[in-house]
């Protein structure tokens, strides 16, 4: 007979102090812990299951206040590097979060680990040592889980660089094989938050569990019971039309707006169409932002198209990662966070902070001698774009712009571009980082020559893909189409965003509402190529470098739309109407009866 579980109440319990779990960083109250309450929570904590059973966990019980006055002040030190590091629009959001509650409980707990428990032959440990560390996170996640049921709120804190870490294992009496995992404030609060602090403060979002789950294979979405899903179809038939009601909302509040009516130009219409994305007017800010620069290798290098060396397209990953380029410059000045995804650099790359690691193959083919990539292979391109900005987005990036790097990646976009227009190859190809007219003659005779020999059909614009690539282009087309999926703006660069997004709107045509030209690039197919979007340039400053730089400069004015639209006064609205002296002055904006 197979054992039926717990009782129905009893399960609820279990799935409801899981659910209810939190992160408490507020609003605790001084009352001290009864003794026998702390016992029960270690109690809980100490009978976590460890790997061979090796229990490496140990906990040190802090209520000395002087002490945790002294840990506090080197989590302080830890938060004030961090801040420094963030770009401005998450800096600003950082700044209202709080990250601990050392003084505010009555007990913290340090959670430890001894990696050397229990000799060289525990079970399972012994082929994989990284597992010792996981022993005793599951204690703590014991100890969280029996707190909430008692309720008590639990803060994990993590603000220890190693330094930190090493002056509070002294501070401790640590002895040198046991390593810190965690430390917990632990205190009574008044209540529990009903979701996750850094959600209700959008700093980040839940991802959906269906993005999580794979049947059989990664990649292969699908919860139980239900089919798998193929992600690109799904988030091409989650792509609708701009919302009519919230653009009408804005339009009408753009005419009573304390301004002549259209005078913000096409601000005005970036804020109706950033209404109609939302679902809302007004929308939320387009910010935090972040840039994401796909970078990748081109087989038609080999055609002399260009008189830069493939391996810059390495060079200026490690730059952008340093922080050195002109895209991080920009970024900077405008507080976007800048992130690299190698989708197919013909280079090894370090692992560094900021590199997304997603390489589909090291370069793509010439496309002059055959496709530049298999078919599976654009799929995965575009299915990476769609994974990176769900992370994005989950991350709380309300707004993302497209970057790019690949030596010889002009020439992929014009025969792109030409295959999804119709356009002549000696008008979409373009000079590109300068070359002469030799080397531009040559290019355009590849174009051709690639356009004659894969014939595309735009309405297969995977197959379009895969015969002229690059892996950033499908990289990008996926990453638009996944921030049009979940109604997030994207700011697009110049000519190979463009060529990506010609991709995006030729699989989803809706995905336009969810795109804003950052600029107009001086390569001449982007002109061609903003046309057929029916997308306006924000700025048109002659650029073309890529790298997202002309998406860079141009969010503060999708920004500036967005703002305008929430913040500034109605005619009508009480601010104005009890303000006289202000409405005194602005009589003469008034439209007129
Ligand atoms: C390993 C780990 C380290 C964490 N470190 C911190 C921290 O330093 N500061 C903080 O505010 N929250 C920290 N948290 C809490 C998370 O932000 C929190 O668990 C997450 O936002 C989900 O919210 P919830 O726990 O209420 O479901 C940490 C959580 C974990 C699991």
Redesign the pocket.
């Known amino acids: 007979m197979r054992d039926e579980g717990y009782p129905p109440e009893q399960r609820e319990a279990i799935y409801r102090v899981i659910a209810e779990?939190?992160?408490?960083?507020r609003g605790f109250l001084p009352d001290p812990i009864p003794p026998d309450v702390l016992a029960r929570l270690l109690n809980a904590a100490h009978q976590a299951p460890s790997v061979g059973f090796s229990q490496p966990w140990d906990f040190i019980v802090i209520t000395d206040r002087d002490k945790r006055q002294r840990i506090a002040a080197l989590?302080q030190r830890n938060r004030d590097e961090y801040a420094a590091a963030l770009p401005g629009g998450r800096a600003r959001a950082f700044d209202k979060?709080?990250?601990?509650s050392i003084v505010d409980t009555p007990v913290n707990i340090v959670v430890t680990c001894d990696r050397t428990r229990g000799g060289r032959h525990t079970l399972g440990r012994h082929a994989q040592p990284r597992t010792a560390g996981f022993s005793s996170?599951l204690a703590?996640a014991n100890l969280?889980l029996a707190a909430r049921a008692e309720g008590l709120g639990v803060?994990?804190?993590?603000?220890f660089g190693e330094h930190e870490l090493a002056e509070l294992g002294e501070e401790l009496s640590l002895p040198p094989h046991l390593e810190i995992v965690?430390?917990l404030c632990v205190g009574y609060v008044s209540e529990f938050?009903a979701?996750?602090?850094?959600?209700a403060s959008g700093?980040?979002r839940r991802r959906p569990m269906a993005w999580a789950v794979h049947a059989d294979e990664y990649g292969r979405r699908g919860l139980p019971g239900e089919e798998t899903m193929d992600l690109l179809a799904e988030v091409i038939a989650a792509i609708e039309p701009l919302d009519a009601g919230a653009m009408a909302a804005a339009r009408e509040r753009q005419d009573r707006m304390t301004k002549p009516r259209g005078s913000l130009g096409e601000l005005e219409l970036i804020s109706v169409r950033l209404a109609g994305l939302a679902g809302a007017c007004p929308p939320p800010l387009p910010e935090p932002a972040c840039v994401a620069v796909f970078a990748g290798d081109h087989g038609v290098h080999a055609q002399d198209v260009t008189p830069w060396p493939q391996e810059v397209t390495a060079q200026m990953v490690a730059n952008f990662l340093a922080g050195g380029a002109v895209v991080n410059s920009f970024a900077a000045q405008v507080g976007a966070e800048v992130t690299v995804v190698d989708v197919g650099v013909a280079a090894d790359l370090d692992p560094v902070p900021g590199l997304l690691p997603r390489k589909i193959e090291r370069g793509t083919k010439d496309f002059t001698a055959g496709p530049a990539m298999t078919r599976d292979q654009a799929i995965a391109a575009l299915t990476t774009g769609i994974e990176v900005a769900r992370d994005l987005v989950a991350a709380g990036n309300r707004c993302l712009l497209t970057g790019d790097m690949g030596i010889a990646n002009t020439t992929a976009s014009a025969a792109l571009i030409c295959a999804f227009t119709g356009a002549d190859p000696a008008e979409a190809t373009g000079r590109g980082t300068g070359v002469d007219a030799a080397t531009y003659a040559r290019k355009v005779d590849v174009v051709c020559r690639g356009l004659a020999r894969h014939r595309p059909d735009p309405v297969d614009p995977v197959g379009v893909l895969a015969a002229f690539g690059g892996f950033e282009h499908a990289a990008i087309a996926g990453f638009v189409l996944g921030a049009a999926a979940l109604r997030v703006p994207v700011i697009l660069d110049g000519v190979i965003a463009g060529a990506g997004a010609l991709a995006a709107a030729a699989l989803a045509p809706d995905v336009a509402g969810a795109c804003f030209a950052g600029h107009r690039s001086s390569e001449p197919g982007h002109a061609i190529t903003l046309e057929h979007l029916g997308l306006r340039p924000l700025i048109d400053l002659g650029l073309r470098l890529g790298e997202g730089t002309g998406a860079v400069l141009a969010l503060p004015l999708v920004q500036s739309a967005a703002r305008a639209l929430r913040d500034v006064a109605t005619f009508d609205s009480a601010g104005v109407a009890e303000k006289d002296h202000l409405r005194e002055r602005l009589w003469c904006l008034r439209p007129r009866k």
């Open positions: 779990r939190r992160d408490v960083r989590v979060l709080k990250i601990e996170v703590v969280w803060g994990w804190v993590s603000f965690a430390y938050g979701e996750p602090e850094l959600a700093w980040a």
